[in-house]
Antibody
Framework: QVQLVESGGGVVQPGGSLRLSCAAS????????MHWARQAPGKGLEWVAF????????SYADSVKDRFTISRDDSRNTLYLQLKSLTAEDTAVYYC????????????????WGLGTPVTVSS | QTVVTQEPSFSVSPGGTVTLTCGLS?????????PSWYQQTPGQAPRTLMY???IRSSGVPDRFSGSILGNKAALTITGAQADDESDYYC??????????FGGGTRLTVL
């Protein structure tokens, strides 16, 4: 069965950096686009970033553009999110989510989610 | 700046029917926004309920239905049950590989 397991979260100082990982299993990772989303404490969900199955396309929410970088290592079945120039507003649980259709087929939702990894930006 | 709007909260009686909506601050929601809906209970990961406006995800009971109502996407729960008490989020595709969540609706069943 599909499993997505995030890791790498923790406490980081303002201005700092962090790299989150999402280990995927139960499906052919290299065939699927992937997303990151986040949820600040007591707040709603926010879409953060997307990477196409072959890495040819990446996209970001305005709130994280130029600070966060999404990438993937298909040999490790792992999705990454590099976070830089962090502020308190980046404090959140970060979730990875899978695109439902393989390849470049049209699909505009998320079918499987991980349990999330918490990031706290604080001095 | 485009914002996806949802009712902050809603209440429904057990067995009752409730319709949650999802709008766009900059215009109308259409099937081209490929609305999807997610259910989340506190401390849990989201669960996919509905996609492409009105297709139920696997295992989702048929008391959940999706539609476009006027200029908004809508999620209707018919015959609400106690375990439907959750936060509900819509997601709209706004083009150029960009997705946007609504602010979420907290549904109370009482």
């Amino acid at each position: 069965q599909v499993q997505l397991v995030e890791s790498g979260g923790g406490v980081v100082q303002p201005g700092g950096s962090l790299r989150l990982s999402c280990a995927a299993s139960g499906f052919t990772f290299s065939s699927y686009g992937m997303h990151w989303a986040r949820q600040a404490p007591g707040k709603g969900l926010e879409w953060v970033a997307f990477i196409q199955y072959d890495g040819s396309t990446t996209s970001y929410a305005d709130s994280v553009k130029d600070r966060f970088t999404i990438s993937r290592d298909d040999s490790r079945n792992t999705l990454y999110l590099q976070l830089k120039s962090l502020t308190a507003e980046d404090t959140a649980v970060y979730y990875c989510a899978k695109r439902p259709v393989a390849g470049s087929g049209r699909s505009y939702y998320f079918d499987y989610w991980g349990l999330g990894t918490p990031v706290t930006v604080s001095s | 700046q485009t914002v996806v709007t949802q009712e902050p909260s809603f209440s429904v009686s057990p067995g009752g029917t409730v319709t949650l909506t999802c709008g766009l601050s900059s215009g109308s929601v259409s099937t081209n926004n490929h609305p999807s809906w997610y259910q989340q209970t506190p401390g849990q990961a989201p669960r996919t309920l509905m996609y492409t406006t009105n297709i139920r995800s696997s295992g989702v009971p048929d008391r959940f239905s999706g539609s476009i109502l006027g200029n908004k996407a809508a999620l209707t729960i018919t015959g609400a049950q106690a375990d439907d008490e959750s936060d509900y989020y819509c997601v709209l595709y706004v083009g150029s590989a960009i997705w946007m969540f609504g602010g979420g609706t907290r549904l109370t069943v009482l």
